[in-house]
């Protein structure tokens, strides 16, 4: 079943695609995925008939939960690499983690809430608990080892989540055109979060040898679990 007339005109207006590879921060709010984020539940608890029709594929409705717990997931590593990283450079890329990631998490609660779709449930919480044991591991470090580490997580995070997406826009591509599109440009702009990620963590790993610091437990940056 096509879903040609789920998006109106203002909502297919405010969806702007994500920045290309190597913009510069923005400076949009870090909260203001979760801003959207409660005005969704506050609308879904209104019992107002929703003139959309639901999504009934499971797979792609566990995709944006699994998607929405990504966001979520680096929107918070990239604060506490705002915070915690001694190399400018990392700095900068956790900033544009958190504006990205929240911007990107805005546009697909608007396209869930068009689509009564919650992002919110078992996938998105089982998401949530893997994301808080990497970030534990991540925080336990300090100095050039906390860079590194955080870098390598970017790195692991974005090659995964790319990869998630890709599939997952291929499944909507015939049947949530909308979706799918969306979800492209979410995958194009993942891949270019990670070859910034790969950058980084190579000019982190550099400054690091230099200063004679070790990166204990930092894991491959630079490398691909593909």
């Not at 990239?78 to 915070?83: M, T």
């Amino acid at each position: 079943m096509r879903h040609d007339r789920w998006l109106t005109a203002g909502l297919a207006t405010a969806l702007v695609l994500l920045p290309a590879e190597g913009r510069a921060a923005s400076g949009v709010g870090a909260g203001a995925g979760a801003s959207a984020e409660e005005r969704t539940t506050s609308d879904q608890g209104t019992g107002v008939a929703s003139p959309h029709p639901t999504l009934e594929d499971e797979q792609l409705r566990n995709g944006l939960q699994r998607l929405h717990a990504a966001n979520a997931a680096e929107i918070e590593l990239g604060r506490l690499g705002v915070e915690t990283a001694s190399n400018a450079q990392v700095r900068q890329f956790a900033q544009q983690m958190v504006d990205d990631h929240g911007r990107n998490d805005q546009q697909l609660l608007a396209l869930a809430q068009a689509m009564n779709v919650p992002v919110t449930g078992k996938v998105y919480d089982a998401q949530q608990q893997e994301a808080q044991q990497a970030r534990r591991t991540v925080q336990s470090r300090s100095g050039a080892a906390f860079d590194q580490a955080f870098m390598a997580q970017m790195v692991r995070d974005h090659e995964k989540n790319a990869r998630e997406v890709g599939a997952l826009a291929a499944r909507a591509r015939g049947s949530v055109p909308e979706l799918a599109a969306f979800l492209r440009q979410t995958e194009q702009a993942m891949k270019g979060h990670l070859s910034m990620a790969r950058q980084v963590a190579k000019a982190a790993a550099a400054t690091a040898r230099t200063s004679g610091e070790a990166s204990t437990g930092a894991g491959s940056a630079s490398g691909t679990t593909e």
